[in-house]
């Protein structure tokens, strides 16, 4: 069984030993228990962790609150959770993704349990954004480049993504520093090194979009939401991970590139096509 529901730990629930023998708490602003999962932790106050073999949790601009279920429920049931209105930003243009392989569908059964829990429209693919919003190609032009890709990559194929380092939810507010929409997001936070800057920097060569501005900044989403008064908590996050370890212990190769109109509201995104490696 999955979910964000009935084997989400409640606040007296520990942590699996797997991920606790291996992990370091490292406070920045308050004082941190010995229980990372300690429902008197005040993740609202801020403060980071470091693992060295499992990732770091980090919340901004919405208060923490554990989930406690009551029912026992699989990932096929009907959770009969209201459904939220529809993520009500406008994107545009196409999109390339990164997709990764999966063990035992662990990110697809993510986001689908995700979805169910929150009430939320599910993301159509785990993905990591390669690059997004582009209108200086037509469909077609995009799908030959998106084809040409193997060909500019060292080996044939994009590097290897390690383990994620951190669990997240945040909010952006478009018009930010660095901010190109309006939404609420939980993710797993991945890293960039050398080889994946050099395979990013080939793709927008040839896609044409000129030199980046900043390093590339991977995570996997899995869930959105419209920023105001968001469901979403970071609580919910740590509850299922942490009881699903590949998600957060396993580097994964990726298995494809693929090309998306992500013209107009969530609802509206198509795949177009994708290259496998």
């Known amino acids: 069984?999955?979910?964000?529901?009935?084997?989400?730990?409640?606040?007296?629930?520990?942590?699996?030993?797997?991920?606790?023998?291996?992990?370091?708490?490292?406070?920045?602003?308050?004082?941190?228990?010995?229980?990372?999962?300690s429902p008197k932790l005040p993740f609202s106050g801020g403060f980071s962790t470091i693992y060295e073999?499992?990732?770091?949790?980090?919340?901004?601009?919405?208060?923490?609150?554990?989930?406690s279920d009551t029912a026992s429920v699989d990932s096929d049931a009907d959770l009969s959770t209201p459904k939220r209105l529809p993520l009500q930003w406008n994107f545009h243009g196409l999109t390339l993704w990164v997709e990764f392989e999966e063990f035992d569908k662990d990110l697809t059964k993510a986001?689908?349990?995700?979805?169910?829990?929150?009430?939320?429209?599910?993301?159509?693919q785990p993905h990591a954004t390669a690059a997004y919003g582009m209108e200086h190609l037509s469909v077609e032009e995009a799908k030959e480049r998106l084809y040409q890709i193997p060909s500019v990559l060292e080996n044939g194929k994009w590097p290897v993504m390690q383990r994620p380092v951190a669990v997240k939810q945040d909010i952006a507010v478009e018009g930010r520093p660095g901010q190109v929409c309006s939404i609420s997001w939980a993710e797993l936070t991945l890293t960039s090194n050398e080889e994946h800057e050099k395979a990013l920097d080939q793709v927008y060569s040839l896609f044409g979009l000129g030199e980046r501005t900043g390093p590339w900044t991977p995570h996997i989403s899995l869930a959105y939401d419209n920023p105001e008064e968001?469901?979403?908590?970071?609580?919910?996050?740590?509850?299922?991970?942490?009881q699903h370890p590949t998600?957060?212990?396993?580097e994964r190769k990726v298995d494809a590139i693929s090309l998306w109109s992500t013209e107009g509201k969530l609802a509206d995104w198509k795949c177009i096509d994708r290259i496998r490696f």
Request: with cysteine.
């Open 53 to 67: 073999d499992a990732p770091s949790i980090a919340e901004s601009e919405v208060s923490y609150d554990y989930f």
């Open 230 to 242: 968001t469901v979403l908590n970071l609580g919910d996050t740590i509850s299922y991970v942490t």
């Open 1 to 37: 069984m999955h979910l964000f529901s009935s084997l989400a730990f409640s606040a007296h629930q520990p942590v699996p030993s797997s991920i606790i023998e291996t992990m370091k708490v490292v406070p920045t602003v308050t004082s941190v228990p010995s229980d990372p999962l």
């Open 247 to 250: 998600l957060l212990c396993k």
């Open 111 to 124: 986001v689908r349990d995700a979805s169910a829990f929150y009430g939320t429209e599910e993301i159509p």
